[in-house]
């Protein structure tokens, strides 16, 4: 079985970060991408939000699936603080429903779902959740709603995950496949986080560094972070 390295592996943290200085992109700015209007209630909208060389690859990736099919993204960019906010509350779950856990196995626990904040790729514009819908913007099934809990999903949130249907099996691959050509990665865990150029993507793929770190929407990325 192939190792799944959480957000929380130190090996994740210890790769550098040389900031290109690549800008955020509005994806709804162009049309080319299918947004969905769960996150909308962001007024600044910055979900809608990924690295230049994020979205083109999403483009590229959406040139490869089969006719009759498009990209439906849902969330690229988080602000470091909203990250906070989600890791905090998710780890509050876990240590209520596992009170004799550490406080490291709480942390490595949380990492399957939400990414620590100082690493996380949805921080630093890098990452994406998405999924897949028909021609009329169906949204397709692929096993189990987008961000079910491992809890909740009984590890069928897991992209590998057996217990779900052929057909769900059968579009994770076509996701899966048109991302991967266009060099992003997973986050095994789930099945719909896919990046490019964090630190994450980067000790997947060997790379050196990562060349997007956190930033704030309106402001100049952070160096060294």
Known sequence: ?????????????AVPVEECG???????????????????????????????????????????LPRGLRLLFVEGYRPPSLQRQYFDAYAGELRVDHPEWTAEQVRSAASRYVSPPEIAPHSAGAAVDLTLADDDGRELDLGTRMNAT????????????????????????????????????????????????????????????????????????????
């Open 1 to 13: 079985m192939t190792e799944i390295i959480l957000m929380s592996d130190p090996r994740v943290a």
């Open 22 to 64: 690549e800008r955020l992109m509005d994806v709804r700015r162009h049309g080319r991408l299918l947004v969905d209007e769960r996150k909308w209630h962001d007024a600044a909208g910055a979900f809608a939000h990924l690295r230049e060389g994020v979205l083109d690859r999403l483009l590229e990736a959406q040139k490869q």
């Open 150 to 225: 491992p809890e909740e999903s009984a590890g069928a949130c897991y992209t590998r995950a057996v217990d779900i249907s052929e057909e769900a099996r059968s579009h994770r691959d076509i996701l899966s496949r048109a991302l991967m050509a266009a060099g992003l990665v997973n986050y095994p865990t789930e099945w719909w986080h896919w990046s490019y150029g964090d630190r994450y993507w980067a000790l997947t793929t060997g790379a050196e560094a990562a060349p997007y770190g956190p930033r704030e929407l309106d402001g100049p990325p952070t160096p060294g972070k």
